[in-house]
């Protein structure tokens, strides 16, 4: 009974990702290549998305702060970021991005700072989001709902 | 599962395509069986990217190698690793995947090359194309631009 309820937690939570639209149809394709030999592929995928992004905004919040801004140094940071965001469903990361590398390419310096942390904004909210669910899953071994 | 249609009300019309195109997505990425043992390229220098690219193509049984730089890609190539299909991406560490097309295909490799990228403009579209790439995609990579193309490559 126990697990039972367990596992509508943790099917009301993804379920809420899509509601909420922080996730988007990406995330099922990621949850299709996942199987019996690989049962915590999307988590491993998210930690990687996770630590390549964070050295990502990082670099990018950095090079805020100095002088001399090399716009286009950041677009390519910016369109890296766009990239895996998209393709692992991270739907309002990815739309935080596209504001911001449209801000950026109108030259609009306070513009993008405040994009950048609104992106940031969007980017820790998923991590808080999907933290818990994969601790959840994993540690309940929920066979993915396809 | 699925995005779950609104509760109580009668779905809408746009609430029904959404959810008969993932089914379609979700029909694509298991209904393929690939007769001959095909290979590809991944070339992304993103590694979340690279990865996903690569597990889609292997679930498909396509067998894959990746780099992250387009020399390193120039460089298998020219070192006469033949590939089925080539992914790749146009913004690139060391050496762009614009030039690294171009050069690849001033080999004379006449593989399927996708351009697989997040430019999403059209003047990107049209250089990607004109050095060489057969298909542009804006990422993410899906089965829906992809299984043709792998049925297609398997003489399907």
């Known amino acids: ?146 | 599962m699925a995005p779950t249609l609104p509760s109580g009300d009668q779905a809408s019309d746009q609430d029904n395509w959404d959810n008969g195109r993932l089914a379609r997505k979700r029909q694509l990425l298991t209904e393929i069986v690939l007769r001959n043992r095909l290979t590809a390229l991944v070339v992304d220098g993103d590694t979340t990217c690279r990865v996903l690219e690569q597990l889609l193509l292997r679930s498909y049984g396509v067998q894959t190698q990746g780099v992250d730089n387009g020399r390193d890609a120039v460089a298998l190539i020219a070192s006469g690793v033949k590939f089925n299909l080539i992914i790749i991406d146009m913004i690139l560490p060391v050496l762009n995947g614009l030039e690294a097309t171009r050069q690849i295909r001033d080999m004379g490799v006449h593989c399927k090359m996708l351009g697989v990228t997040a430019c999403s403009g059209e003047s990107e579209r049209q250089a990607f194309l004109a050095a060489g790439v057969d298909v542009f995609i804006e990422k993410p990579l899906d089965p829906e631009h992809l299984v043709p193309i792998l049925r297609e490559l398997d003489g399907q």
């Open chain 1, 1 to 146: 009974m126990e697990s039972k309820h367990v596992h509508q937690q943790i099917a009301a939570m993804r379920q809420s990702f899509f509601d909420e639209e922080v996730l988007d149809e990406f995330f099922s394709q990621l949850e299709q290549l996942e199987d019996q030999n690989n049962p915590n592929f999307v988590e491993e995928v998210f930690t990687m998305y996770f630590r390549d992004s964070t050295t990502l905004l990082e670099t990018v919040e950095q090079a805020m702060k100095t002088i001399s801004i090399t716009f286009a140094k950041m677009d390519k940071i910016l369109h890296q970021l766009k990239g895996s965001s998209a393709s692992v469903g991270a739907k309002k990361v990815l739309n935080e991005i596209n504001k911001t590398r449209q801000v950026l390419e109108k030259g609009n310096l306070e513009g993008t700072k405040a994009g950048i942390w609104e992106m940031r904004k969007e980017y820790e909210s998923l991590k808080a989001k999907l933290e818990p669910y994969f601790q959840l899953k994993q540690a309940n071994s929920v066979p993915q709902e396809k």
